[in-house]
């Protein structure tokens, strides 16, 4: 079928495939650096372990080991995904060089270390978002914003604030808004006895962080929520109920959910709207957790799809939406690829609803048929739609770009052991 009749057959559902494949052009989505090298970073030695809670597991061949490696890793995925990639950068990943003064703590870190990043974004026309790193360093004791131990928590502050300066220097530079996203592990792998003392400290923190003067039309600080991580099994400082209180409280903080951080039965896709009743504004952090956090590749799968249509449906402007997995047993650069042009693929496909005509069946209380021609969109010719959005994009169409990664191995990759 050619995209002619596809287009034609959306059409007598009152659906405009043209309009689709050109709104989902101009919208954002994150592409996370640290798939690139299994969460390391550079400022910290790159063989220690991963800490906060979050884990990866595998070896394949070609991880990044230096800003040279991932830059040139980013380019490729940048090459072969269709739509707006935007940069998401952690603050671990900051360059340091001789012209920038060497090696500085996280609670010194200034935007001229981001310098080189700027550089990269500005040369392919893309924005970034930012995280500060609260999690692989020394002065993680484990906790950091919540810690006890006022040095602790101080330093951390600091590294709060210093990344507030950097996230504005992104949205200034490249002309974007920057979201920049707080997530700890704090957290306890035993049940604690104080609950609420690292929650208030934590909200001191924050509080502490936020004071710092930015502009709240370019920089949107967030708050992450998480349920528990690898030994963090029994309390989470910054739970769900901790951050939505939070991020209400305030006009200058913004709720981030991450849908490997509920339980398991829960979905990301049904509070989206429930945020959206209240705040003009929400992110998200879209993984794949296999029975727990675990953070594989995002599939085009029943979830990413409806967490899709939900943001579609809601507002796509209304979400700022940022992958976020890291697998090291696979090839990272198809990791990247997959997981990006599946998140494309689900946001098409929310695009490519009768929304209203649904709306309409619903409020009408006409389930039967609701359900039917739900189930009949399933089978809709997707494939030449998004066929045509990755022809439009000028990008690989399926079955056009894996035998590039399979080259960019062969030659790049295996050289890096
Ligand atoms: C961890 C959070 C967090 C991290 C990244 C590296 O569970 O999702 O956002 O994955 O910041």
Known sequence: MSYLEAKSKYAAMGIDTDAAINRLKAVPVSLHCWQGDDVRGFDTDPNKPLTGGIQTTGNY???????????????????????????????????????????????KLEPKHFQKWVDFCKERQIGCDFNPTFFSHPMADPLTLSSPNEETRKFWVEHGKACIHISQYLADELGQPCVMNIWTGDGYKDIP???????????????????????????????????????????????????????????????????????????????????????????????????WDSDHV???????????????????DRVFIALDYF??????????????????????????????????????????????????????PFGEIWEEYCHVCQKPADGQWFSEIEKYENEVLRQRN
């Open 298 to 316: 995002v599939l085009f799968d029943d979830e990413t799809k409806e967490l899709c249509k939900e943001i579609v449906r809601c507002g796509l």
């Open 327 to 380: 697998d090291a047993s696979i090839n990272r650069i198809s990791a990247w690829v997959t997981g990006f042009r599946n998140l494309q693929k689900a946001l098409l496909f929310a695009l490519l609803q009768p929304n209203q005509q649904l709306v309409k069946l619903q409020n009408e209380g006409n389930f039967t048929k609701l359900m039917v021609m739900q189930e009949e969109l399933k089978t809709m």
């Open 193 to 291: 006895v104080d609950r609420i003392g690292p929650r208030m400290r934590y909200k001191q923190s924050f509080d502490e962080i936020l004071s710092e003067p930015f502009d709240k039309t370019k920089v949107y600080p967030c708050a992450e929520s998480k349920v528990f991580g690898i030994g963090v099994e029994s309390y989470t400082v910054g739970s769900a109920e901790w951050c939505l209180k939070y991020a209400s409280s305030r006009d200058d903080c913004i709720c981030l959910m991450g849908n490997g951080h509920y339980h398991p039965t829960e979905v990301v896709s049904d509070k989206i709207s429930s945020i959206l009743a209240y705040d003009e504004k929400m992110a998200l952090h879209v993984t794949r957790g296999v029975r």
């Open 61 to 107: 061949l070609g991880r990044a080991r230096n800003p040279q490696e991932l830059m040139d890793d980013i380019d490729k995925v940048i090459e072969l995904v269709p739509g707006q990639v935007k940069m998401n950068l952690h603050a671990s990943y900051a360059i340091f060089d001789e012209q920038n003064g060497g090696w500085v703590d996280r609670d």
